[in-house]
């Protein structure tokens, strides 16, 4: 079966760069969330969308932007990178109706240096 | 707002014992509880969840949990671990449709 496709898997930048991160979420799934996870941390929620639309928001810093495209794949970008900003990015997705999982990506590691 | 505690940070236990990772919530609103195992560098893969209906859930790999409203609590239970299930053990909980909530999670380490 279909999983949630995230890209790259692994992503080195240096302070002050930018970055963007990918997420083609399982078909016909409607929803998406981003999650942070830094070392040894649970997953924090970032952002979320529901048809193109943000439907919630965590966490996220000014600096990170997010958007769902007409495809419903998700692009997270990061600008002014930190060095407290490497982490585990996680993109989930599910269809929105009650009583339904969220299924996870496999992550992006992202190490800014 | 909803919360999670996971009181342990770390489980060690022998191969072949049994084995319980804590997990409370609260919450003023019913809620969905998850169980997510995550392995070495991998992803976050769900290994049970409550969503309504029996108070037991089972996994397909041995695992089971228990939604007890009284206290709060969605502990984690096998009755005889090997060493494949060493990982980190999230719970996390969720109302309605909405975003998940995570613990902190619990490191368990299978020794032999």
């Known amino acids: 079966a279909a999983g949630v496709i995230q890209s790259p898997r692994h992503l080195i930048k240096e302070k002050r760069e930018t970055a963007t991160l990918k997420c083609y979420p399982i078909?016909?799934?409607?929803?998406v969330y981003w999650y942070q996870q830094g070392p040894g941390q649970d997953p924090q929620f970032l952002i979320s969308?529901?048809?193109?639309?943000?439907?919630d928001k965590g966490s996220i810093p000014d600096r990170f932007s997010a958007q769902q495209f007409s495809d419903y794949h998700s692009e997270l970008n990061m600008s002014s990178l930190e060095l407290g900003d490497s982490a585990l990015y996680f993109c989930?997705?599910?269809?929105?109706?009650?009583?339904?999982?969220?299924?996870f990506g496999q992550g992006t590691r992202l190490t800014v240096v | 707002a909803q919360s999670v505690t996971q009181l342990d940070s770390q489980v060690p236990v022998f191969e072949e014992a049994p084995v319980e990772l804590r997990c409370n919530y609260s919450?003023?609103?019913?809620?969905?509880l998850f169980w997510y195992v995550q392995y070495p560098n991998q992803g976050l893969q769900l290994l049970l969840k409550?969503?309504?209906?029996?108070?037991l859930v089972e996994s397909i790999n041995g695992f089971e949990a228990e939604f007890n409203k009284s206290q709060t609590s969605f502990h984690l239970r096998k009755p005889s671990v090997h060493i494949s299930d060493t990982a980190e053990y999230f719970c996390?909980?969720?109302?309605?449709?909405?975003?998940?909530?995570f613990g902190t999670g619990t490191r368990l380490q299978v020794f032999p």
């Open positions: 989930a997705s599910k269809l929105e109706v009650i009583g339904t999982e969220a299924f």
């Open positions: 919450s003023s609103v019913s809620v969905y």
């Open positions: 996390a909980v969720s109302y309605s449709t909405d975003k998940l909530i």
């Open positions: 969308f529901y048809e193109k639309m943000q439907s």
């Open positions: 078909p016909r799934h409607d929803t």
């Open positions: 409550y969503l309504s209906g029996s108070t």
